[in-house]
């Protein structure tokens, strides 16, 4: 059965809100980061693109390209707020939806067709978020998740498009092979120095040439190229979410060893979704005291997966949760709510010392195992496992210095 699959995404999300919060930054130059002596832009206004700024390089230099840009330092609570806000607006719209990232989803619309439309459908929805937020946003429409993508892509700013079933080669066949999804700098490199410029170009090779050249990756770019695509929706509220717990020898109530333990968990499941490229809005801890009775408590919080934002939140839940002064006999904790991003999101107060101490600690787990650098805070807590990447085995990401 052919599928109808929307692709929807807000239009420079931070930026948006940002001249949502300010009438008066409409239409001016604008770059949303951290605006310390060493911050880094997260987000940046279409009017400053001809200046060759982009998102992740340092903001002092998008400074000297872009002078008259106005600077904001960003805000990940607010952007998660809109960030709700949109997903309820869609959530009460359509049944089956996937919440991909902060500012991106997909929907199923299939089976739509017969007493509606799926097009007007999806206008309809765009509208009604566009009336209610105030945020530009646009859509893709096709049978699949990639080729929607790609046409959201073309749609920007703020439009939409659809690719009607059986136009999807036409459609890619001119753009250029960056435009595929998972083609990233390096692998546009390489595809460069075969001469390869077009998707035209991708679709006319054999697919075992791909196969030969990129390995596993190559097979799916030249499937993408081709616009075949069969990944399915992932309904948000099924969207995997990671946990970790840990049942004591002995029951304890060293509640410096407890902390000990939440903050070590914490750190682990904070690598493994900066590991998949996620974030977590939601963080709960779970206590069961030796009596078998069994608590927990959930916090909603900004998105982020950075260990100094969510140890605090977690030992915080923690204070709120241990309060029968029993022997405990279990402790865990859990992240959900999970969407893609990368920590970005949270580079608004920090600064690229951070993001290099992260990604430098990141590595070296990458080389030595997850527990070949933590806190010493967690020291005492040698047990926690070596978890395996929970996520899709994808080869761990840890840069945060990606282009939007
Ligand atoms: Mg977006």
Redesign the pocket.
Known sequence: MTKTILHI?????YVSVERQLNRELQNRPLLVGGTGDRGVVAACSYETRGFGVHSGMPMKMARELCPEAVVIRGNAGTYSQYSDVVTEIIKEKVPLFEKSSI??FYADLSGMDRFFGAYKYATELRQKIINETGLPISFGLSVNKVVSKVATNEAKPNNQLKVDKGWEKPFLAPLSIKKIPMVGDKTYQTLRNLGLRQVRTVQEMPMEVMQRVLGANGTVIWKRANGMDNTPVIPFCERKSISTERTFDRDTIDVHKLKGVLIAMTENLAYQLRRGEKLTACISVKIRYSDFNTYSKQLRIPYTSADHILIPKILELFKALYNRRLLVRLIGIRFSHLVSGNYQINLFDDTEEILNLYNALDTIRERYGDKSVIRAAGLGAKTIGRMHNPFNGQPPVVLAHRKQ
């Open positions: 995404d807000l239009d420079t999300f500012d991106e």
